[in-house]
C-alpha cells in the first residue's frame, strides 16, 4: 500500500496520542531505531516525528530540556542522550516503535542492545562531506547484524550544508546500494522543501502544516531521471517486478514501493531521505517511508538456540530483554521485545536462563519516561516489564512448558578504567548497592575491588560514561565517590635459587618466643604459581609447626618484598631448623618463616613482572602510521597488521597495562574518534630494570611516610 504520498490529501491526518494506544499484528508494527552521530539531531528529529504523528502536542527542545527522549536529569544538564527512549506513534493504521539511540561512542551499549530488537535503523547523519564516527558505528553494525536501514540527510538548511559533497561520499563508500528517494528543494538558507520521487510531489511546510505541490518545471528533467534510477533499484529487488519491468511495462508507485522494501530488507537498497530536525521539514514524508518501506516483524527470522522461527502472534512465547532500568517510583524495568506469541498480564513465564517461574503482575506499553498499562502485547511490539524478580538485561522470556532461548547480546568491553573512593563512611556503605543497580542497567560497566592494587575500580566506555556514572552516583543514590588513577597489578618474583635462615627468638619474662627454620626458594615456571615442600627429616621441626612456616611464606608473600606486591611463581622448601621444647610456639616459627622467606628471595634474583595485555585496534587506513607510532611509544610490541573493513585497518600488537591507561582517549584523538580497540589479558613480563627502581623507589619512600605518620 503506498505510503509516499500520492493519493493523500494535503490537510495531515491526526493519529493517536500515547494514551490511545493498542495492541496492532506484526505485519502493521515497524520497530525502528534512530541512530548516528551526536550531535546529528536525532532526538529533535524524533520529536518532530512524534508531533507530526499527534503522539505530543508541542514540540520540546533540547535547550529547554523538554524533550521526550531526554528526559533524564543528567542528559538535560549534558545536552546529549546516554540512554535509549523507546516512543512509540500511530501513523496511517501503522504502530511504530521509534527507538532514540545515543550517539556517542561511550555510549555504544544502548546500540548493541537496541540492535537485537529492532527491524530497521534510520541512520541519521548531518548534510556534510564528512561522515562523522556515531554514522561508521551504526553502519558496521547494521551491516555486521544485517538490519535493513535507511539514511536521513538533516540540517539542509545550515549555511555550511554541502548536500551534494556528501551524496559523493555515501556513493563512493557504498555504490549502487545508495538510493536517491527524495531531492531536496534549494540547500542551505533556500531550503524550502523535499522532491518525494515516488509520489513525485513536493513536500513543503513543516511538521502538521503540510504543503504538497506539483514539480518545478525546472527540476522536471533531474526527477524524471532519478525516479528510473530508483524504479530500477525497486524492480531489482523482486523477479516478479524485474520481468515486468524489462518487458517494458510502467510499474505503479505501489509496486515500486514493494521492490524498495524488498531491497531494503535484503540489504541491496538504501533509500536516502532528506529534511530538517530543527523544523520538522521532510519528517511526514520519512514517516511515511518508514511505513511504506521499511519491513515490519513479519520479514524476519529469529533464532532461537540453533534453529530459525518465524514471528508469530499465535506461536509459543518468546520475548527478549534488551534494557533494563531503574525507576525511582516504580522499580526495576526489563524492556521486553516480543518475537513470538502474545504476554498478559498475570501470566507466569519462564526466565529460559536462570529456569525460574516469573510472574507478570504490570505490563506496560513503553512511552520515554512515562508507561500506559497494557493487558497483552503481542508478536513484533515491544513492552515494559516492572519489578520482575530475577531477569536481567539478554535474558529470554518463554513459556513454562518449553524453554526457548535467544543468545544474550555480545556487549562491547570495557575500554577505561578509573579508580574511585568514597568520600564519607555513609558513601562507602551505600556504593555497592547503588553500583549494582546501574551496572544492570548498563551491562557495558564493570565494577571489581582489586584486592592486588588494593581499590575499586570502575570501568567503561570512557571518560565521558564514566563521568556520568559517578553523576548518576550522586544525584540518583546520594553517593559522592572521587577518582584517582587506577594502579597497574604488579607482580613480584625471583629469578633464582637462595637459601636462608630464618630465626626469631625472643625473650620478655615468662614464656620467650623461639623459631628457626632455613629455607631455600626456587622460580617455578611462569604462570605455575606457588608450591611447598617439606624436607626437615630427624625431627629437627616438630610437623605440627610446619603449616606455620607455611602461612608465614605465604602471607609474607602477599605483601612483596620489594615494592609491596604479590610475589608469584616460587617454591619455598623448608630443610633444616631447630625448637625450644618451651618457647616454641606457630607464632614464632610463622615470624621466623618471615624472616627466613625475605632473606632468600633478597639473593634470588629477585624481579617485578607487569601484565601485558593483547590489543587488536581498528584505525582508518590513513592513520596506521600515528598509531603504529604511538605504539612504539608505549613500549608495544607489533605482531602485525590486516585489513578489518573497507578502508581500515586492524594492528594486532602486545602492549603493557602501564602504559595504555589513557589510551581510549589518546586513540580517540590520534583518529579523530574513528579509532576502535580492544584488549585481553596475554601474559606476565619482566618490568625494565629502570621502571623497576623507579617502583622500588616509591615503596620505600612510603614505607618511610607510613613509619613516620
Not at 561520499?169 to 536517491?180: C, E, M, Q, W
Not at 511495462?249 to 524488498?262: N, W
Not at 520482575?388 to 513454562?400: A, E, F, K, V
Not at 620478655?508 to 627429616?537: S, Y
Request: aromatic share 6%.
Amino acid at each position: 500500500m503506498l505510503r509516499g504520498g500520492a493519493g493523500r490529501c494535503a490537510c495531515l491526518e491526526r493519529t493517536l496520542g500515547a494514551d490511545e494506544l493498542k495492541s496492532y499484528p506484526p505485519e502493521l508494527i515497524r520497530n525502528v531505531a534512530i541512530v548516528g552521530h551526536g550531535g546529528s539531531g536525532k532526538s529533535m528529529l524524533v520529536e518532530h516525528m512524534l508531533y507530526t504523528a499527534g503522539a505530543i502536542e508541542r514540540v520540546g527542545t533540547i535547550d529547554a530540556g523538554n524533550t521526550q527522549s531526554d528526559f533524564d536529569e543528567l542528559e538535560q544538564k549534558r545536552q546529549i542522550s546516554t540512554s535509549a527512549t523507546v516512543l512509540p506513534l500511530e501513523w496511517h493504521g501503522h504502530k511504530v516503535n521509534l527507538i532514540d539511540v545515543p550517539g556517542f561512542p561511550d555510549f555504544v551499549g544502548d546500540l548493541h542492545g537496541v540492535a537485537r530488537v529492532v527491524d530497521a535503523m534510520v541512520i541519521v547523519c548531518e548534510a556534510k562531506r564528512d561522515l562523522d564516527v556515531g554514522f561508521d558505528l551504526a553502519w558496521e553494525l547494521a551491516e555486521r547484524e544485517g538490519i535493513p536501514r535507511c539514511i536521513f540527510i538533516n540540517k539542509l538548511e545550515r549555511d555550511n550544508a554541502d548536500y551534494e559533497g556528501l551524496m559523493e561520499t555515501l556513493h563512493a563508500r557504498y555504490g549502487n546500494r545508495v538510493v536517491d528517494v527524495q531531492v531536496p528543494i534549494g540547500t542551505q538558507s533556500a531550503f524550502a522543501g523535499v522532491l518525494d520521487l515516488l509520489s513525485m510531489k513536493v513536500y513543503k511546510g513543516k511538521d502538521r502544516g503540510e504543503q504538497v505541490e506539483e514539480v518545478p518545471a525546472e527540476m522536471k528533467a533531474q526527477a524524471d531521471a532519478l525516479h528510473d534510477k530508483m524504479t530500477d533499484a525497486a524492480a531489482e529487488g523482486d523477479d516478479e517486478l524485474m520481468e515486468k519491468y524489462l518487458e517494458g511495462t510502467q510499474l505503479t508507485p505501489e509496486e515500486v514501493e514493494h521492490g524498495l522494501m524488498l531491497g531494503i530488507k535484503d540489504g541491496k537498497v538504501i533509500p536516502v531521505l532528506l529534511g530538517s530536525a530543527a523544523s520538522g521539514l521532510g519528517v511526514a514524508p520519512l514517516l511515511d517511508r518508514i511505513v511504506g518501506e521499511l519491513p515490519p516483524p513479519v520479514y524476519h527470522d529469529f533464532t532461537v538456540g540453533d534453529k530459525k522461527m518465524k514471528e508469530d502472534p499465535n506461536g509459543p512465547l518468546v520475548g527478549f530483554v534488551f534494557k533494563t532500568t531503574q525507576d525511582p517510583y516504580v522499580g526495576k524495568l526489563n524492556y521486553v521485545r516480543i518475537f513470538s506469541g502474545k504476554l498478559k498480564v498475570d501470566d507466569h513465564v519462564m526466565n529460559a536462563q536462570t529456569g525460574k517461574d516469573e510472574r507478570v503482575h504490570n505490563l506496560y506499553w513503553p512511552h520515554g519516561k512515562n508507561q500506559e498499562a497494557a493487558t497483552e502485547v503481542g508478536a513484533g511490539d515491544i513492552c515494559v516489564l516492572a519489578k520482575l524478580q530475577d531477569t536481567h538485561t539478554g535474558n529470554t522470556l518463554c513459556g513454562l512448558k518449553e524453554k526457548l532461548t535467544m543468545a544474550p547480546v555480545a556487549f562491547p568491553d570495557p575500554i577505561y578504567r578509573v579508580a574511585i573512593k568514597p568520600v564519607a563512611k555513609s558513601d562507602e556503605d551505600k556504593l555497592g548497592g547503588a553500583l549494582e543497580k546501574i551496572l544492570e542497567e548498563d551491562p557495558t560497566l564493570r565494577y571489581v575491588r582489586d584486592t592486588v592494587v588494593h581499590q575499586e575500580i570502575l570501568e567503561g566506555m570512557g571518560d565521558i560514561h564514566l563521568d556520568n556514572t559517578i553523576d548518576k552516583l550522586r544525584a540518583r543514590f546520594g553517593v559522592n565517590v572521587t577518582t584517582e588513577e587506577a594502579k597497574v597489578p604488579y607482580k613480584e618474583t625471583i629469578k633464582s635459587s637462595a637459601k636462608a635462615q630464618g630465626r626469631f627468638k625472643r625473650q620478655t619474662g615468662g614464656r620467650g618466643q623461639f623459631g628457626d627454620c632455613w629455607l631455600e626458594v626456587a622460580p617455578t615456571g611462569r604462570g605455575e604459581g606457588f608450591a611447598f615442600e617439606n624436607k626437615v627429616v630427624g625431627g629437627a621441626i616438630p610437623k605440627n609447626y610446619i603449616p606455620a612456616i607455611e602461612k608465614g611464606v605465604v602471607e609474607t608473600m602477599t605483601g612483596g618484598f620489594l615494592a609491596g606486591y604479590p610475589v608469584v611463581d616460587v617454591k619455598v622448601t623448608v630443610y633444616d631448623g631447630s625448637y625450644h621444647d618451651v618457647d616454641s610456639s606457630e607464632a614464632a616459627f610463622k615470624t621466623a618463616a618471615r624472616i627466613g622467606f625475605k632473606a632468600a628471595a633478597g639473593n634470588a634474583q629477585p624481579t617485578i613482572l607487569e601484565p601485558v595485555l593483547q590489543l587488536f585496534v581498528d584505525v582508518p587506513d590513513e592513520a596506521v602510521g600515528d598509531v603504529v607510532g604511538d605504539l612504539n611509544t608505549r613500549r608495544g610490541h607489533m605482531q602485525g597488521m590486516e585489513p578489518s573493513a573497507p578502508g581500515k585497518t586492524r594492528v594486532s600488537a602486545t602492549v603493557p597495562m602501564a602504559t595504555m591507561g589513557r589510551y581510549a582517549l589518546d586513540l580517540r584523538s590520534i583518529t579523530k574518534g574513528r579509532g576502535l580497540f580492544r584488549t585481553e589479558f596475554a601474559r606476565y613480563d619482566e618490568l625494565p630494570a629502570h621502571e623497576q627502581q623507579a617502583l622500588v623507589k616509591h615503596y620505600e619512600e612510603h614505607k618511610h611516610d607510613e613509619d613516620d605518620h
